[in-house]
């Protein structure tokens, strides 16, 4: 696996990874040496493009409108709509349910996308977005909660 995919199936922080690359070789030689799909299943855990069965009934507002009932959706899509709610207890349960890095993750993925882009097109209008997506209030906001979890 590569460094990206143990900290993202493992949740394990960037740096601590690094650190164990130098100071704990063995253990990361051997988080190398396994196969991504084989620890996936074994860990049953999910990555950002995988599509899994989403109970909307768990958060506090249903977003996949489409239906009231269990549905198929991308973990991505259920990470970055339920951020858009800045509801303090859904972000929770997607930290609980997906790990913090994920969830961090896809923020952080979404607002570079953001800025990439330039604006926010919102019924028509589009909002110019200048600076850096990381000195964005919302941004820091969101990641001000999931840091918290």
């Known amino acids: 696996m590569t460094q990206q995919q143990i900290s993202r199936l493992l949740d394990v922080p960037d740096r601590t990874l690094r650190d164990w690359k130098h100071n704990r070789q063995r253990l990361y030689t051997l988080l190398e040496s396994l196969e991504y799909d084989e620890v996936k299943s074994k860990l049953n855990v999910v990555d950002t493009n995988d599509m899994i069965f989403f109970d909307p009934r768990a958060y506090s507002t249903n977003l996949f409108w489409q239906t009231n009932e269990t549905s198929e959706q991308k973990v991505y899509a259920i990470i970055s ?4 709610t800045m509801d303090k207890d859904d972000i929770k349960r997607l930290c609980s349910e997906f790990g913090k ?31 850096s997506y990381t000195q964005n209030e919302i941004y820091k906001e969101l990641l001000g909660l999931v840091n918290d979890c």
Do not use: A, E, F, R
Not at 107 to 126: E, F, N, R
């Open 81 to 84: 709509n339920y951020l858009s």
């Open 101 to 131: 890095n994920m969830v961090k993750s896809v923020l952080t993925d979404k607002y570079k996308k953001m800025y990439q882009k330039g604006y926010i097109s919102t019924s028509g209008i589009d909002i110019p977005l200048k600076g």
